[in-house]
């Protein structure tokens, strides 16, 4: 069975809270008689095992039943939350759903049969294996999002490993990896599954602080978010032993006033990817940008400043892009790393460098300088062409107080030019309204911002 080990910890902890959901506790019998309750339901809706099944959904204790039922019949799963619904159908035809189970706000639940064949060769090696699968989509915040296709059977072998029993926040989302990580990690140990609402500084903190909360999952976007608010200053963090962080780079001014308001926070950078899994991880320390990823079942190195990985729990492949492997079976990650022994320093995507008369850089390094200005709620820094130099430096700004560009610009370049080496100061700065982070809380990054 391919959650024998997790039935395993429900009967063990079938006392125990397994949710949190709308201000009321499941337990793990509940759950264990909800995964019984939805393969019955499977069946009578005709969904065959090796189905390509569409769950639109948040985490909620009937949205994990179902998924684990679906796991279950060896069925191939699309996880897609509100956060991509501009997507929906396009994310829909490249995953090739043949039905879509929807489950509302109140976790109503509804289901449309497609009439599609879904005979991607990746899909006929998982129905020759006779193996569940799942279908991640990346964020897409640099480009167009690829569909990544995984051997659940290969993403489950880690969690059979008894590890800390902890109560989390389900803060990534249902169909991203780093959520998927959270929800198996927490129920293959007996811990508890805290859901929210929505996810703002206040609502999380609130429940952080309503559920003695212990691990928050989470992006540096939603931290700084969290800094911003000042939320924290009305809130008991106490019982928060750890904050992981990954999806995007972390800025150093961040880390640091976060740890020094919170030294009693483990802070834990974490490293994954839609392609290969979350790796284990190892922060220096937790004030610390050095980190040591890797782990059973995990390879790195590190090919011309790129990190590479090879993993068992990596994807067969992508459904709408060309693979990605080398020819040796090694993920190209794009990210760019420094290296220091064990450990390894994330500096940014490969395609974010920006090129300054030959002085290289990422926006992160800008970013955080930028973010501790006052009156600055968020920036995203990026490049774009110049006749002398090649290439510029521009920064876009969202204001907590209204204040004019011209003010804003000459501030903003004397306050860099005191921090940062002059090709790395913005030349060109806009005050805009809109987000700097997508509905996954990761930083948008556009590679072809607008002229004016």
Known sequence: MNIDFLLNV???????????????????????????????????????????????????????????????????????????????????????????????????????????????????????????????????????????????????????????????????????????????????????????RDRSPQTVLDTIDQYQVELLPTSPTFLNLVLLSEAFRSHDLSSLKTVTYGTEPMPETTLKRFNSLYPHIRMLQTYGLSEVGILRSKSKSSDSLWVKVGGEGFQTRVVDGILQIKAQSAMLGYLNAPSPFTSDGWFDTGDSVLVDGEYIRILGRKSELINVGGEKFYPIEVESVIQTMENVAGVTVYTQKNAITGNICCADVTLKHEESRKELSIRLKKYCQERLAPFKVPVKVRIVEREHHSGRFKKIRSLSQPNE
């Open 10 to 196: 429900f009967e063990e902890f079938k006392s125990n809270d397994a949710f949190i959901w709308r201000e009321r506790s499941y337990t793990y019998g509940w759950l264990s008689e909800r995964l019984r309750f939805w393969s019955r339901w499977i069946d009578e809706q005709g969904v065959s095992s090796g189905s390509v099944v569409i769950i639109e959904a948040d985490f909620s204790p009937n949205a994990v039943a179902l998924f684990l039922a679906l796991i279950e019949h060896d069925c191939i799963l699309t996880p897609l939350t509100s956060s991509v619904a501009d997507k929906r159908n396009d994310f829909i035809e490249i995953a090739e759903g043949q039905a879509v189970i929807t489950l509302g706000e109140d976790d109503e639940v509804s289901i449309s049969m497609l009439e599609r064949a879904a005979d991607h060769p990746f899909y006929r090696t998982l129905r020759e294996r006779g193996h569940p699968g799942l279908v991640l989509f990346s964020s897409g915040s640099t480009g167009d999002s690829k569909a990544a296709v995984h051997d659940l059977v290969d993403l489950l072998e880690k969690f059979r490993v008894r590890r800390a029993s902890l109560r989390a926040i389900s803060f990534l989302l249902f169909d991203h990896i780093g959520g998927v990580n959270t929800m198996l990690y927490t129920l293959a140990n007996g811990g508890c599954l805290v859901t929210v």
